[in-house]
């Protein structure tokens, strides 16, 4: 049959393609073509004809395109063409992405870019086709399985709704999945939809007895398969049946179990025919032998037989009732039980041990009344058990009504009852109160094992009986050793001549306390305290000892003795006073050097009254009020501590200090005081702190007060580094002509007065006098403290020494002329040495200031150029030009003239180098001088 296929074109070029590349195909009848222009041409074609293979269209065409067309085929109307597997290819240029990715959105499985290529045509429709044919094959195949799935189906449907026997799918988990209608008439059942709305548990609503369905389950999963499970079925009206069930797990490929699959018949027919048949084939042997037996026995026999059972029957029951008054009246619990287990008889005692009533326990399987601890294996009550001839002492826990657990013990005997029924007479003794005593009994042996302390037993002989753990390992023995010797031979204190009186002295007082000590096995002695006790039990005297070892405690109290008498010799010989009461105020303890200290009477002191005391030292001593407020307030809080210095007439000044004594857990045991005379060492101080503010303030003329702090605190040198600091040296010019002709005092004085005068000029303008070294004179500024203004302030300063040293000319004649040198920049500051410390600068910055001073000119201010850039705007300089200064070369200078208009000085106008000024004043002026911050 030829393929069939669409071209949806309006190109007449392709369709003269298509005729020319599949000429030979359309020939042989393998293609069929035909061509439409639009899409809607190709609807109509589609609506009439369903032989369609394949559809080829472009995506631009008019009235209908071929993206609307894909479209229209996704619609119910050409579901039919898709089931059939009609495929599409589309047709565009190969720049209309968007319009393929589209087309092939809405179901087209190729496409073909303009212009064609033959080649690709052929292969596309050739491949498209291929898939079509193989498609349709695939649903071909799929419609006969589906027919045959549908058939085995209906057959197995057919089978299962119209079998005789009842069949039935369920899950492991208990409920029915599907069930015929059989099985639903079977159960009582109006449908088999009315069984499974209501059962949905199998093994409570089907299986009559509990746990049956799980064993049911069971089987199937580890044989997969069961044949003949009987048991009793629950109908719909609440009826039982018997039944038969035939099953087998139905499992994955995989293994994992999907349900079982089985069928039920109803045997209660056959259950009840066996039932029958086994009561007639009974009855029958019944009759047989009963029948024989009256066969055996001849009629001559019949007056002897009559009489023997009168005999018989008469002896049986005297016999009954004899039995059953010992039976009633017995003072055990006693019980009878058949040969299934079953309890026929109980006596009065036994339902009043277990508080039963007679009704609730006959013909009960006597299992019911083991109470069975958390894993202890269920008893063995059945026939094997009961038949035993004799079985004796048999432990058990009986479980009462009242939920009591009981501890038993049975003997049991076979026997017959008065009708000849086999059973078993059981004696059940009531053991409880028996075993608790003896886990009391367990329980004490166990705490005296585990005791601590030393436990032994002896007999009025002095054997030892019994010892503990803690005995045999304190002594060394073993305890078979101790168990073969006597008390003598352990306990030094006492010999065997001696025990005799020891134990009449132990029987009479019944109790005995003392401490001594004990032998070890390897000869060793240690400290006991022992405790005896005399004690009767069953007819027999022991002493029960318990013995503690005290080493630990002897050595303590040796240690407290040896530390009490240490104490007592450090109170003794301290150089403090002591006192000390107890919390009832009663004077407990004092020393020697409290009495020399207050002048009190040992006997006041012995006499142990703290108000006594107190009287005594306020009338003869004359206790200050201080002092007297200090111990009132001591006794007002005694936890508090107190220290207070105490001045007393005569000048006598006592430091007091006094606190609680409290132990670790803060009970209060009373209060001590402790008083040191401190009088010369108060006199010492004052005394040092006079000479201290004098060393504080010499050591203030000679260093910084920030660097006398560091070097009090510090040890070893002291160095700073300040980024910006101004440098001046001063000298006077020809000073050594000058003081040739000067006595040493006079020059001295002169120095002084100049010196003094620039100190004024330092402390004035805030800067840091550094030394002098003979004539010449070094001051600093910008530290130990920054400033801002530390150049200015020194070109102010130079200013003013330069007008100081001219006033003091005309005062006194002289004609001292001075060269002074400034540079500023970086320096390091600091206090080397450890004797005659100075603060002295080291660096280039300072190098450079002595060369400005050592190469200046005579009354003249020479200044760096560093000075001169920072304060051309406030003082009036001349330059000097390019000198050769020695180790930097060539530098240009400037000579500081005076300040601009405006520029204030700060000099004292009214400080002046006035020669009638003394020394004295003098240093005064210089001591004066303070760096202010």
Not at 55 to 76: F, N, S
Not at 726 to 752: G, Y
Not at 829 to 842: N, P, R, S
Not at 907 to 927: C, G, I, K, M, R
């Amino acid at each position: 049959m030829p393929a069939r296929i669409m071209v949806v074109d309006d190109d007449r070029q392709l369709e003269s393609l298509i005729n020319s590349l599949f000429r030979g195909k359309i020939i042989n009848g393998d293609y069929r073509f035909c061509f439409v222009s639009d899409g809607q041409q190709a609807l109509e074609l589609l609506s009439a004809d369903d032989a369609i293979d394949m559809v080829l269209t472009a995506i631009d065409l008019p009235r209908m395109g071929g993206l609307e067309l894909l479209a229209q085929l996704e619609g119910d109307e050409f579901s039919r063409y898709r089931q059939y597997g009609l495929k599409t290819i589309v047709m565009s240029s190969c720049e209309d992405i968007a319009n393929i990715r589209t087309a092939m959105n809405l179901g087209a499985v190729d496409f073909l870019t303009r212009p064609i290529n033959p080649k690709d045509l052929e292969i596309t429709i050739a491949n498209t086709l291929e898939k079509v044919a193989r498609d349709r094959e695939n649903q071909r195949f799929r419609r006969i399985k589906e027919a045959e799935l549908n058939q085995v189906e209906a057959k197995y449907r057919h089978i299962f709704e119209n079998a005789v026997e009842g069949m039935f799918q369920a899950s492991p988990g208990g409920s029915f999945i599907d069930v015929n209608s059989a099985i639903a008439e079977m159960l009582g059942y109006a449908t088999s939809q009315h069984l499974l709305a209501q059962i949905n548990d199998i093994g409570i609503q089907v299986f009559a007895e509990p746990g049956q369905y799980e064993q049911f389950s069971q089987l199937i999963e580890t044989q997969a398969r069961v044949k003949g499970f009987e048991f009793q079925a629950k109908c719909a009206d609440g009826s039982l049946i018997w039944v038969s069930a035939n099953a087998r797990a139905v499992k994955e490929p995989q293994g994992s179990l999907l349900y079982y699959d089985g069928s039920l018949i109803d045997i209660s027919d056959r259950i009840t025919a066996q039932e029958a048949l086994k009561r007639s084939q009974k009855d029958l042997e019944q009759r047989v032998k009963q029948r024989t037996q009256a066969l055996a026995y001849a009629n001559d026999q019949m007056v002897v037989e009559v009489a023997v059972r009168k005999h018989i029957e008469q002896s049986l029951r005297q016999s009954e009732s004899k039995l059953r008054h010992v039976f009633e009246q017995a003072p055990v619990m006693m019980i009878s039980v058949d040969d299934r287990g079953r309890i026929c008889d109980v006596n009065d005692k036994w339902l009043a041990e277990t508080g039963y009533a007679r009704a609730e326990v006959m013909y009960k399987s006597a299992d019911f009344l083991i109470s069975l601890q958390p894993d202890e294996p269920e008893p063995e009550f059945g026939t094997e058990f009961w038949q035993a001839d004799h079985i004796q002492d048999i432990p058990y826990c009986y479980r009462t009504k009242d939920g009591d657990d009981i501890d038993v013990l049975i003997d049991c005997v076979a026997t017959v009852d008065p009708t000849g029924k086999a059973i078993n007479l059981a004696v059940v003794r009531n053991i409880t109160a028996q075993k608790q005593a003896e886990k009391q009994l367990q329980f004490a042996m166990f705490a005296l094992e585990r005791l601590s302390h030393l436990v032994a037993w002896c007999r009025p002989d002095g054997q030892i009986t019994y010892v503990n753990k803690a005995t045999t390992k304190a002594l060394g023995y073993a305890k078979d050793e101790l168990l073969n010797m006597s008390i003598s031979q352990i306990d030094s204190s006492i010999s065997a001549s001696q025990w005799q009186s020891h134990w009449q002295e132990l029987k009479t007082r019944k109790y005995l306390y003392y401490e001594t000590t004990m032998c070890r096995k390897n000869g060793s002695i240690f400290p006991v305290e022992v405790t005896a006790n005399y004690l009767e039990f069953g007819g027999e005297e022991y002493n029960f000892v318990f013995v503690k070892d005290i080493s630990d405690r002897k050595q303590f109290e040796s240690a407290l003795q040896r530390s009490n008498s240490l104490l007592k010799a450090q109170r003794e010989v301290a150089i403090d006073g002591i006192l000390a009461v107890d919390e009832q105020g009663r004077i407990v303890s004092f020393n020697r050097r409290f009495c020399e200290m207050w002048d009190v009477p040992e006997a006041l002191l012995n006499a142990g009254e703290a108000n006594r005391l107190l009287s005594f030292l306020l009338t003869a001593v004359g206790l200050p009020e201080p002092l007297t407020d200090l111990i009132e307030r001591t006794y007002d809080d005694p936890n508090d501590f107190q220290r207070d210095e105490i001045r007393l007439p005569g000048d006598r000044i006592f430091d007091c200090y006094s606190g609680p004594v409290m132990a670790n857990d803060g009970k209060y045991f009373g209060m001590i005081w402790f008083f040191r005379d401190i009088t010369d060492r108060v006199i010492a101080e004052e005394a040092l702190q006079v000479e201290k503010e004098k060393s504080e303030r010499l050591l203030l003329n000679i260093l910084p007060e920030p660097i006398a702090n560091r070097l009090k605190l510090e040890q070893g040198a002291i160095a700073d580094r300040f980024s910006q600091v101004s440098v001046l040296f001063a000298d006077i010019v020809d000073f050594t002509r000058v003081s040739a002709r000067m006595s040493p005092q006079e020059l001295v004085s002169m120095l002084n007065q100049i010196f003094s005068a620039f100190d004024h000029l330092a402390d004035q303008h805030g800067l840091e006098k550094i030394k002098t070294v003979g004539d010449a004179y070094m001051v600093a500024s910008g530290l130990p403290y920054y400033r801002e203004d530390h150049m200015a302030a020194i070109a102010h300063m130079a200013l003013d020494m330069r007008e100081q040293m001219q006033q003091f000319n005309a005062r006194t004649g002289e004609s001292f002329r001075m060269r002074i040198g400034i540079n500023a920049g970086p320096v390091v500051a600091g206090v080397i040495g450890t004797k005659k410390f100075i603060y002295d600068l080291w660096g280039d910055t300072v190098n450079i200031a002595s060369r400005m001073e050592s190469q200046g000119t005579a009354d003249r201010i020479q200044v760096s150029e560093i000075i001169y850039e920072e304060l051309a705007d406030q003082f009036d300089f001349e330059p000097r030009g390019a000198i050769e200064v020695k180790g930097r070369g060539q530098m240009t200078t400037y000579f500081l003239t005076g300040r601009k208009p405006g520029a204030k000085s700060a000099t004292d106008s009214s400080y002046d180098l006035d020669l009638s000024h003394n020394v004295e004043a003098n240093q005064d002026v210089s001591q004066s001088v303070r760096l202010s911050s």
